[in-house]
């Protein structure tokens, strides 16, 4: 009775052992965070429909259907959860029925009873490997982590693929703006200079005169080229990102149903760093799940050191005749037990572990950094938002004097008072300025884009997705 108490206790304590030995450190390091944070409950899921633009509410819905990088991601979930059921099924008895047949001739020399012997055999075949330090559970545990570590990539990359295709709709809408006042800009100057001509003719003016507004026209019409180039380049880009066929690619719409001047920032946002960054931000989730698999890798690495023990059974048909293998007295089985204790080999398993050490030391300084990374990023999106405001606004003040200066400036050219050369310095002036408000209005509209994707848009976590983190 003794013994057998011993020998139920001994698995016990063996497995309880392993229990407390191998299990991996699945906390996130501490990070030093600033004290001073706000609510992130002002963030929508949905941010880009605060613009109020449907148009790009369905470009972002057409990107995520579509999006090659996305499709890519999605793929490498999947890829995760089938390296996931692999280790799974490792942890499980394995299951599987054979048959063979064979003839063997046993020569004089080899046995005492010589002669050619037939073999037939049909049997279920098992086999289980007992889990006792937890290398299976470790490696099911890492596969695990890597699967949570796709999935929160893929948010990542749908939450920059969000703010890629509003940013680069707001880039190009920022171009239609620039290329209509570069047009209008043509034609006024057109316009310009055909009244100079009749001036000179009439014998006002002089040519010099004529010969600036024609070169004024000439650097307006100019500036045309790289702005339709520059639009071409931008409407490619957002093909691609929308998923597009290389024939849609090739044959794009320039018309646009909205204009920058329709798209309005949404209301301020309130200054300082989520409290809860560090969770909403898929990519800082992405690398404290990748830690956590590289540290069960180190204990599965470890787990080399005891012995494995495995279990074999068979239980089926054998017979030396095939008309007797179906009967009652040809049925065979047989069972036994293998324990494996590693005695030398060369320092291969202590080579495994440093290496699975140092794996995790990258993933942890991945993660600190990724962790540092999200808070710049923060910081320099709150800063380049509330300055990219005030450059508007005072960019349109400016633009609203220079208007009332070049009327001045006609005035005064109209009546004798100053040459011409002075409305044409305010012209150029005007025009620089109305493109640099262009420039600071969409800069204005990306950099709050940019600022959502900093805080981690209005990501969190589903709960099923949370609860397994």
């Given at each position: 009775?003794?013994?057998?108490?011993?020998t139920l206790a001994?698995?016990a304590l063996?497995?309880l052992?392993?229990?407390?030995l191998?299990q991996?450190?699945t906390?996130?390091?501490?990070?030093?965070l600033?004290t001073?944070?706000?609510?992130?409950?002002?963030?929508?899921p949905?941010?880009?429909?605060?613009?109020?633009?449907?148009q790009?509410n369905?470009l972002?819905?057409?990107?995520r259907?579509?999006?090659?990088n996305?499709?890519q991601?999605?793929?490498?979930?999947?890829?995760?959860?089938?390296?996931?059921n692999i280790?799974?099924?490792?942890?499980w008895?394995?299951?599987?029925?054979?048959?063979?047949?064979?003839?063997?001739?046993?020569?004089?020399?080899?046995?005492?009873t010589?002669?050619?012997y037939d073999s037939?055999?049909?049997?279920?075949?098992?086999?289980?490997?007992?889990?006792?330090?937890?290398?299976?559970?470790?490696?099911?545990?890492?596969?695990?982590r890597d699967?949570?570590a796709a999935?929160?990539?893929?948010?990542?990359?749908?939450?920059?693929?969000?703010a890629e295709?509003?940013?680069t709709?707001?880039?190009?809408?920022?171009?239609?703006?620039?290329?209509?006042?570069?047009?209008?800009?043509?034609?006024s100057?057109?316009q310009?200079?055909?009244?100079?001509?009749?001036?000179?003719?009439g014998g006002?003016?002089?040519?010099?005169?004529?010969?600036?507004a024609?070169?004024?026209?000439n650097?307006?019409?100019?500036?045309l080229?790289?702005?339709f180039?520059?639009?071409?380049?931008?409407?490619t880009a957002?093909?691609?990102?929308?998923g597009q066929?290389?024939?849609?690619?090739?044959?794009?719409?320039?018309?646009?149903?909205?204009?920058?001047?329709n798209?309005?920032?949404?209301?301020?946002i309130?200054?300082g760093?989520p409290?809860?960054?560090?969770?909403?931000r898929?990519?800082?989730q992405?690398?404290e799940a990748?830690?956590i698999?590289a540290?069960?890798?180190?204990?599965?690495?470890?787990?080399?050191y005891?012995?494995?023990?495995?279990?074999?059974?068979l239980?089926?048909?054998q017979?030396?005749a095939f008309?007797?293998l179906?009967?009652?007295a040809?049925?065979?089985?047989?069972?036994?037990?293998?324990l494996t204790?590693p005695?030398?080999?060369?320092?291969l398993?202590a080579?495994?572990v440093?290496?699975?050490?140092?794996?995790?030391?990258?993933?942890?300084?991945a993660y600190?950094?990724?962790?540092q990374?999200?808070f710049?990023?923060v910081?320099?999106?709150?800063?380049a938002?509330q300055?990219?405001?005030?450059?508007?606004?005072?960019?349109a003040?400016?633009v609203?004097?220079l208007t009332?200066?070049?009327?001045?400036?006609?005035?005064?050219?109209d009546?004798?008072?100053?040459?011409y050369?002075?409305?044409l310095?305010?012209e150029?002036?005007?025009?620089d300025?109305r493109l640099s408000?262009?420039q600071a209005?969409v800069a204005?509209?990306?950099?709050?884009?940019?600022?959502?994707?900093?805080?981690?848009g209005?990501?969190?976590?589903?709960?099923?997705?949370?609860?397994q983190?």
């Amino acid at each position: 009775m003794i013994k057998r108490r011993l020998t139920l206790a001994l698995p016990a304590l063996m497995l309880l052992a392993s229990c407390a030995l191998m299990q991996p450190d699945t906390r996130a390091p501490a990070s030093d965070l600033p004290t001073s944070t706000v609510d992130s409950a002002w963030i929508s899921p949905q941010w880009w429909a605060q613009f109020g633009d449907e148009q790009l509410n369905q470009l972002i819905a057409q990107a995520r259907a579509s999006n090659q990088n996305l499709a890519q991601a999605v793929a490498r979930v999947a890829q995760a959860r089938a390296a996931l059921n692999i280790n799974q099924s490792a942890q499980w008895p394995q299951l599987g029925v054979g048959a063979d047949a064979g003839r063997q001739r046993v020569p004089p020399t080899a046995s005492t009873t010589p002669g050619v012997y037939d073999s037939y055999q049909l049997a279920a075949q098992a086999s289980w490997e007992i889990d006792v330090w937890g290398r299976l559970a470790n490696l099911t545990e890492a596969a695990r982590r890597d699967w949570l570590a796709a999935q929160y990539n893929q948010e990542a990359v749908r939450l920059s693929l969000d703010a890629e295709v509003a940013q680069t709709w707001f880039n190009l809408l920022s171009l239609d703006a620039q290329l209509s006042i570069a047009s209008d800009t043509v034609q006024s100057r057109q316009q310009s200079l055909a009244l100079q001509q009749k001036r000179f003719t009439g014998g006002l003016i002089s040519e010099l005169d004529v010969r600036q507004a024609e070169a004024e026209l000439n650097t307006a019409q100019s500036t045309l080229p790289d702005i339709f180039t520059q639009r071409a380049a931008t409407e490619t880009a957002l093909a691609i990102l929308l998923g597009q066929t290389p024939a849609q690619i090739s044959t794009i719409d320039s018309s646009r149903p909205t204009t920058l001047a329709n798209i309005k920032p949404p209301l301020p946002i309130p200054a300082g760093l989520p409290a809860d960054l560090l969770e909403r931000r898929p990519d800082i989730q992405q690398a404290e799940a990748q830690l956590i698999a590289a540290r069960a890798r180190i204990e599965a690495a470890r787990a080399a050191y005891f012995p494995q023990i495995s279990l074999t059974g068979l239980f089926g048909l054998q017979s030396a005749a095939f008309g007797d293998l179906f009967t009652g007295a040809a049925r065979t089985w047989s069972y036994a037990g293998n324990l494996t204790l590693p005695l030398f080999n060369g320092g291969l398993t202590a080579a495994q572990v440093n290496q699975a050490r140092a794996v995790e030391q990258e993933a942890l300084a991945a993660y600190r950094g990724s962790v540092q990374q999200a808070f710049g990023d923060v910081r320099n999106a709150l800063v380049a938002d509330q300055q990219g405001t005030l450059k508007t606004t005072a960019q349109a003040e400016k633009v609203k004097a220079l208007t009332r200066q070049l009327h001045l400036a006609n005035l005064r050219y109209d009546n004798g008072y100053s040459d011409y050369l002075d409305v044409l310095d305010t012209e150029r002036s005007l025009f620089d300025a109305r493109l640099s408000l262009v420039q600071a209005r969409v800069a204005e509209l990306n950099n709050r884009v940019a600022l959502y994707k900093a805080v981690g848009g209005g990501w969190q976590a589903p709960a099923g997705l949370a609860a397994q983190h």
